[in-house]
């Protein structure tokens, strides 16, 4: 689990609302036999109700499992509380496989994700894995309605755990899961049931791997609206037979303030407009947008551009060389608030060479 190429220890930020089952799947972590030393960093133990027989002496910082595994709080501050975690290192071999932020009561993730960005120690000896979160198949629809944080929550993951399916019918999980996408177009969702979820699927995502954003989803390469061979899916705002049964007027719960816009171009990019594009909509926009990740096909350039970026802190790269005989064309995807398509759709395809 750990990351071998570069030894440093992976994080995965886990969020959801209360009762969304984080309580149960960290449990499960904290005391199953599954060979891994784990790390679990939580809030408070009395708001997330971690066993309290696994909880002896509540008054200390760190607990100690008999599986091996670590559970934390933060009381202060993140990096002080990964700083100790990282004292606790043998010689020549990492403390941990894997470390697990769990943000209860934290709005948005972004803060807690750009922690492992901006501190030069913790970036050091670790790595933002990924961020996923849980929702609650019976009441994510009102969570999602009255809650700025659970919609945000939702945007900013990697991954969805749409959890306790076993209490909602077929229908209701098919417009659950349409409504997740619209705010997400970028993260799978995995079903489960009482939180109970394979950890490879929680752990190890590399969601935040420049590398990684190479294997985004199907969804990515839909092309944008007018643009030939789009379709029109649960995916797009074009969802006319979902629109005509949604209650109530449009405006709506489901015209949600968040939403994923996705953009293309079948031109090259002159690189040094895109740079100086994005660098600026960051600046202006930067808290409204969650998260963004894209691949750029650059004029006069064989490798292709990554990059990816957590409100106003973005990184990319040029990576490997395009294919041979590979479709070279440029896509991003924007997850963010009050999201003016248009603007970004003009803005996007004005850099072209």
Known sequence: MTDTASGKIPVTVLTGYLGAGKTTLLNRILTEDHGKRYAVIVNEFGEIGIDNDLVVGADEDVFEMNNGCVCCTVRGDLIRVVAGLMKRQRPGKPAFDAI??????????????????????VKAKTQLDSVTALVDAKHVMARLDDSKEAREQVAFADRIILNKVDLASDIELAEVERRLRKLNPLAPITRAERADVPLDQVLGLGGFDLERILDINPQFANPAHGEEGHVHDEHCGHDHDHDAHSAGPRGHAHEDDIKGVSLSLDRPMDGTKFTAWLDRLLGEQGQNILRAKGIIDVAGEDRRLVFQAVHMILEGELQKPWGSIERRWSRAVFIGRDLDEAALTAGFEACAA
């Open 100 to 121: 697990i932020v769990e943000t209860t009561g934290l709005a948005d993730p972004g803060p807690v994700a750009q922690t492992f960005f901006v501190d030069e120690d």
